[in-house]
Nanobody
Framework: VQLQASGGGLVQAGGSLRLSCAAS????????MGWFRQAPGKEREFVAA????????YYADSVKGRFTISRDNAKNTVYLQMNSLKPEETAVYYC?????????????????WGQGTQVTVSS
């Protein structure tokens, strides 16, 4: 299984970025795809998740209304649209996959991880 995250970069506060996570190596129906982030010296933090079948979504309170997670079944890709970005959201963003039925915000629940993509938000 491979998860390839991309789309990170440098953006000014208030700006937008769209991250992509290309998944391969298995069928992901029944899986939850998640985005986490980790800033230097901090623990990995849940951002958002989506159930591959059905498309139910889950968000951290801190990003609700600004971030949108979505998926493209044909491309086996999950996206994270990030709007109104804040400097404190500077982090490496990781995509992950797991056969999860609860506790979507717990990193330990996810079995597969991508390599991460750096997002830097300047003030």
């Amino acid at each position: 299984v491979q998860l390839q995250a991309s789309g990170g970069g440098l953006v000014q506060a208030g700006g937008s970025l769209r991250l992509s996570c290309a998944a391969s190596g298995r069928t992901f129906s029944g899986y939850v795809m998640g985005w986490f982030r980790q800033a230097p010296g901090k623990e990995r933090e849940f951002v958002a998740a989506i159930r591959w079948s059905g498309g139910s979504t889950y968000y951290a309170d801190s990003v609700k209304g600004r971030f949108t997670i979505s998926r493209d079944n044909a491309k086996n890709t999950v996206y994270l649209q990030m709007n109104s970005l804040k400097p404190e959201e500077t982090a490496v963003y990781y995509c992950a996959a797991g056969r999860i039925y609860s506790a979507y915000d717990r990193a330990q629940q996810y079995h597969y991880w991508g390599q991460g993509t750096q997002v830097t938000v300047s003030s």
